[in-house]
């Protein structure tokens, strides 16, 4: 009989006792097991493509080399002229120029890397048609844009602008491209830029960021420039994105 009191009330103390500790808050687990894994970082690969005034050194492309250009120039233009000496009097049209061979062509720009592919080794070409007749509202020409690899032309495109950079911006292996427009007109110099990449039998424009240098430094009374800093930012998983900031300052 008293061994059964004392059963009795020794349970009684045990449940009194966990009655007694205080319950967690609600969620509190939740929220300690969500700081454990930080979030993921989205800072991204940054890089500068065109800093205050002109292209990165870096990303530049490379002077003509007479090795390339020689087999380039023939294996594209099996009629053309020695040099602008050459050019009849009259053309009518640059189109015209084109079908009767009247070019002076040459090689402006090279840049070597990957740009239809991870680990190809491959030169991407800045062309001047050079077509005889053609005037400063023709740009002195149209241009192409040539992928030169093994000795063979792979790709050859009407060029959306100046070869101005390339750089592989996501670090994946292939190259991006800069594609530079702009021009003088009456001391007033613009520029615009364009990333591209080379996708299939053509270029893909990624991002047309507009005008990135105005200025009329070269004029007679010169007064101020509007410069850019542009910057691509490469997030896995993400499209690109890109930064524009501009400044206007006094001509130096």
Not at 54 to 60: D, H, T, W, Y
Not at 107 to 118: C, I, K, L, R
Not at 148 to 155: E, P
């Amino acid at each position: 009989m008293g061994s059964g009191r004392m059963g009795w009330w020794w349970w009684l103390g045990l449940l009194a006792l966990g009655c007694s500790r205080k319950s967690e808050p609600p969620g509190r687990l939740e929220a300690a097991s969500a700081q454990v894994a930080p979030a993921p970082s989205l800072a991204g690969r940054t890089t500068e493509l065109f800093a205050w005034g002109g292209i990165p050194p870096a990303l530049a492309p490379q002077p003509a080399s007479p090795n390339l250009a020689a087999p380039l120039l023939a294996a594209l233009f099996p009629r053309s002229l020695p040099s602008v000496d050459r050019c009849p009097d009259q053309v009518a049209s640059a189109a015209q120029a084109r079908a009767e061979g009247w070019l002076v062509p040459r090689v402006a720009h090279q840049a070597s890397g990957a740009f239809s592919g991870p680990g190809l080794r491959e030169q991407l070409v800045d062309v001047r048609v050079g077509e005889c007749g053609a005037t400063h509202a023709e740009g002195w020409g149209s241009r192409r844009l040539v992928l030169w690899a093994d000795g063979r032309v792979r790709l050859d495109v009407e060029a959306p602008g100046r070869l101005a950079g390339v750089v592989d911006l996501e670090g994946d292996g292939v190259f991006e491209i800069l594609l530079e427009n702009g021009g003088t007109a009456q001391g007033l110099t613009t520029s615009r830029l364009k990333v591209a990449r080379i996708e299939g039998q053509g270029v893909k424009i990624l991002a047309d960021l507009g005008v990135v240098y105005e200025g009329n430094c070269g004029a007679r009374t010169p007064e101020d420039e509007e410069v850019s800093l542009v910057k691509a930012i490469a997030r896995p998983g993400l499209p690109l994105d890109f930064e524009l900031q501009k400044d206007r300052r006094p001509c130096r």
